[in-house]
């Protein structure tokens, strides 16, 4: 059973228009939530997090929002551009826990076009 | 040569082969992980070395085979496995300094085809 929930495989967005990430997760033990960014023939690279005490966090174009009651978290890219065109992993860790108990989802492939 | 590095980033093998993976980290952390990535799957821990000692085995099959020789080096040797074992294979590191370390550095991986 899948604790961490990426329902989406792939969006597609237009340069310049906000980029909506989606990531849903069943375990509210969760305390800590990743973004993680994965371009072809790389490694997974570290986006943004948020703790679980809040409902907001911001860096530069990339905001990540929790919503607790629903158990859901987004990502929201603005504005979008092609050099974000990758495969985004949300990840959850369980309370009390370090990066190995980290549970990622499959991941959504996003594509901003010029 | 900084961060994390994989060799190979491409390797095929038979079912009767023997081969090692290698994971190399120039960034002076005392963690290493094995993750599996396989189609439509979400990253799979497989093994996690804290100090140059497992300290995690996520029911891994015996045919793979994790070395962790010093804390800069990790090593996934691999016999006789499956064509299902075809994946793309991550090596992570991460400096482990109180129990809420989250951040960790991936390699580029090593891209597994069993045949």
């Known amino acids: 059973d899948q604790q961490v929930k990426q329902n989406s495989p792939s969006l597609s967005v237009q340069e310049g228009r906000i980029s909506i990430l989606n990531c849903d997760y069943t375990n509210s033990m969760f305390d800590y939530f990743l973004w993680y960014k994965k371009y072809p023939a790389e490694g997974p690279t570290f986006l943004i997090s948020i703790s679980s005490i809040k409902d907001k966090n911001e860096d530069g174009r990339f905001t990540v929002f929790l919503n607790k009651s629903a158990k859901h978290l987004s990502l929201h890219i603005v504005p979008s551009q092609p050099g974000d065109s990758a495969v985004y992993f949300c990840?959850?860790?369980?309370?009390?826990?370090?990066?190995?108990?980290?549970?990622f989802g499959t991941g959504t492939r996003l594509l901003v076009s010029p | 040569e900084t961060g994390v590095t994989q060799t190979p980033r491409h390797l095929v093998m038979g079912m009767t082969n023997k081969k090692s993976l290698k994971c190399e980290q120039h960034?002076?952390?005392?963690?290493m992980y094995w993750y599996k990535q396989s189609a439509k799957k979400p990253l799979e821990l497989m093994f996690v070395?804290?100090?140059?000692?497992?300290?995690e085995n996520n029911s891994v099959p015996s045919r793979f085979s994790p070395e962790c020789p010093n804390s800069s080096h990790l090593f996934l040797h691999l016999h006789t496995l499956q064509p299902e074992d075809s994946a793309l294979y991550l090596c992570a590191s991460s400096q482990v300094v109180s129990w809420d370390n989250t951040e960790a550095f991936f390699g580029q991986g090593t891209r597994l085809t069993v045949v």
């Open positions: 990840a959850a860790r369980l309370m009390n826990t370090g990066f190995q108990k980290l549970v």
């Open positions: 070395y804290n100090f140059k000692e497992q300290t």
């Open positions: 960034l002076g952390h005392n963690a």
